[in-house]
């Protein structure tokens, strides 16, 4: 949902409705993916500095779509989710980048949400959940 929203940046709500309308899921799954979605489209700016702050040597507009999406849920979760452990986001957009991303977006992937973990989160939490 997000990466079609960056690439089309038609209103939120059609994208989840045309995203929905191809596919299905439970309840709950549907619930997440709609509020990560949003949640990150509404704070795409902020979000975005934090990308662009930790990623030396590698201009945002070169960051490719997918990976900048995928890194973009995980800076919200980051910032937005105490309740979720911090290894467990980043697992889970390494996982999503091995499996849309291209060879080195997993690595890519990680070491930027390493870094912004690092910036926005508290070093017992990183201590505690990772």
Known sequence: MLYQWDMTREAMDNVIDSYW?????????????????????????????????????????????????????????????????????????VEMARRFGEADSTAFVNGVLDAIMRRVRRVGERVRGA
Request: glycine share 4%.
């Open 21 to 93: 309308k191809v596919r299905s899921t439970t309840d709950l799954t549907r619930s997440m993916a709609e509020r990560l979605a949003r949640g990150a489209q509404g704070q795409v700016e902020r979000i975005d500095e934090e990308i662009t702050a930790v990623s030396k040597n590698w201009r945002f507009d070169r960051i490719a779509a997918v990976d900048r999406n995928i890194i973009r849920i995980g800076v919200f979760e980051l910032v937005n989710d105490a309740e979720t452990p911090s290894a467990v986001v980043i697992d889970e957009a």
